[in-house]
């Protein structure tokens, strides 16, 4: 099946340093991606989507210049948290969708940020 | 605001028992879809129905959906202490664009089975 391979998967770092996260589809080209924050025993909540070769779209209440969105190739997307804060620690999650029609979200595994 | 609402929030159950798990939304759909999360981990689809069909089987798992009523359930037979886990079910809108495929997640079931 499908693979979206997402790293890091943890990362720890202080407080005013920017954090790259990057996801990869393994075995499809996916145009669109998706970048979710999920905080403890809640939902996942959409920040933005990210979409090949162009701007992506943010979810309102999402800043834009805080959470840098790169969408360079078919297979990878980034998602680049700058001026890191501990209220910015939460489980970052990755999706992609396959061009085939009706076929469901891949999921990267997720990458846990701890900002100190 | 939140298109799907699983219930119950948590579920403990014996192995061997079967899992039910309920899920309701608010606007028409296209496909409607479950997943389910380990903890710390990325989520994986299960399954798909879409708005045209009403009972959908995989394994031990069987999906309604009551689109008349908006809401879908999970079932899962003959549980085993490999299902703990968190389950989502999310929604496709109807009237999202044919290149959209952007999900809105409810807050999930936690699901526990005891061996």
């Known amino acids: 099946g499908a693979v979206v391979s997402q790293h890091p998967s943890r990362v720890i770092c202080k407080s005013g340093t920017s954090v790259k996260i990057e996801c990869r589809s393994l075995d499809f080209q996916a145009t669109t991606m998706f970048w979710y924050r999920q905080f403890p025993k809640k939902s996942l909540m959409l920040m933005a989507t990210s979409n090949e070769g162009s701007k992506a779209t943010y979810e309102q209440g999402v800043e834009k210049d805080k959470f840098l969105i790169n969408h360079a190739s078919l297979t990878l997307s980034t998602l680049t948290v700058t001026s890191a804060h501990p209220e910015d620690s939460s489980f970052y999650i990755c999706?992609?969708?396959?061009?085939?029609?009706?076929?469901?979200?891949?999921f990267g595994n997720g990458t846990r940020l701890t900002v100190t | 605001s939140q298109q799907g609402e699983e219930d119950p929030q948590a579920l403990s159950i014996q192995e061997g028992e079967n899992a039910t798990m309920n899920c309701s939304y608010k606007t028409s759909i296209n496909n409607l879809q479950w997943y389910r999360q380990n903890s710390g981990r990325g989520l994986v689809h299960l399954i798909l129905i879409r708005s045209n069909e009403r009972e959908k089987h995989s394994g031990r798992l069987r999906v309604t959906l009551d689109t008349s009523k908006k809401s879908s359930s999970l079932l899962i037979t003959a549980s085993r202490a490999a299902d703990t886990a968190s389950y989502f079910c999310?929604?496709?809108?109807?009237?999202?664009?044919?290149?959209?495929?952007?999900?809105?997640f409810g807050k999930g079931t936690k699901l526990s089975v005891i061996p």
């Open positions: 999310a929604t496709k809108g109807a009237y999202s664009g044919a290149g959209s495929y952007q999900l809105t």
């Open positions: 999706s992609a969708s396959s061009p085939r029609p009706n076929s469901p979200l891949h």
